[in-house]
């Protein structure tokens, strides 16, 4: 495992839970950061703060990934500040709203792609030709365990999403491995600390969820961030297309 000091990563997503997780995590050992935000950036502010008083290099940078002209502005940004990238974490994504399959609408539909798909591919279009040719650079996406199983009733465009990052990180691999570019995905089950429980779970589903959890908890942001901190440092590694599952034994591939 490579050391992630003095590395350049571009994580986004960082506002709250797994994503400021993974960005506390990787500013903690060490890396110069872009932290790229949509709404809040009171968290990443902080990390920033953080990094700049360990004398590393942070910057923060707001967009809505799903149009690509803000991609291309959050990524020249980041160019503009680091150079280039060892490391690229794809974390943003939502569920937006439970929708039953009666009720759902071509615009939900369209909705959630865009999030959870093309915000993906933009971003790693974009920051391609930045990513460590030489050295060898490291690309981690966040999927779920909705991915692995199907999610809980309401989110089947949701799941079908994160199902589909499964299969782009496979494919992305073999795409390129030439460029000695790895690419590898985690699948979070329950974690609660994020927005996204606490928008779309109720105290009674999380109970019950938790209930069946072979290791008897929920998960928390961190759990994530250790895998993917992991996966960051195999940029000089021989580990790629290949999925972490986060879930406390639930799924177990």
């Not at 008083?53 to 959050?74: M, R, W, Y």
């Not at 865009?114 to 040719?133: A, G, Q």
Request: glycine fraction near 10%; hydrophobic fraction near 40%.
């Amino acid at each position: 495992m490579g050391t992630l000091k003095g590395k350049n990563a571009f994580v986004t997503g960082t506002s709250q839970g797994i994503g400021a997780a993974i960005a506390e995590t990787l500013v903690n050992a060490g890396c110069n950061i872009c932290m790229h935000y949509f709404s809040s950036d009171e968290e990443p502010k902080k990390l920033q703060k953080i990094a700049e008083e360990n004398k590393q290099k942070a910057i923060c940078v707001q967009g809505d990934l799903t149009k690509e002209a803000d991609v291309v502005k959050c990524v020249k940004a980041g160019v503009d500040f680091l150079g280039s990238f060892d490391i690229l974490i794809n974390n943003s994504g939502s569920l937006v709203k439970r929708s039953y399959i009666p009720e759902i609408t071509l615009d939900y539909w369209k909705t959630l792609i865009d999030i959870n798909l093309t915000t993906m591919m933009l971003v790693t279009k974009e920051l391609l030709p930045y990513l460590n040719h030489q050295d060898g650079a490291s690309i981690v996406n966040v999927s779920s365990l909705a991915g692995r199983m199907g999610g809980h009733p309401g989110s089947l465009v949701y799941s079908t999403c994160k199902g589909a990052v499964l299969t782009w990180t496979r494919s992305l691999s073999k795409e390129l491995a030439v460029r000695k570019i790895r690419v590898n995905a985690v699948a979070p089950g329950f974690i609660e600390g994020t927005r996204f429980h606490e928008t779309h779970t109720t105290k009674e589903s999380a109970l019950k969820t938790i209930a069946s959890i072979p290791l008897g908890r929920s998960g928390n942001p961190f759990d994530v961030a250790r895998a993917v901190a992991f996966l960051a440092s195999e940029y000089d590694g021989f580990i790629t297309g290949e999925t972490i599952d986060i879930n406390g034994g639930v799924y177990c591939a």
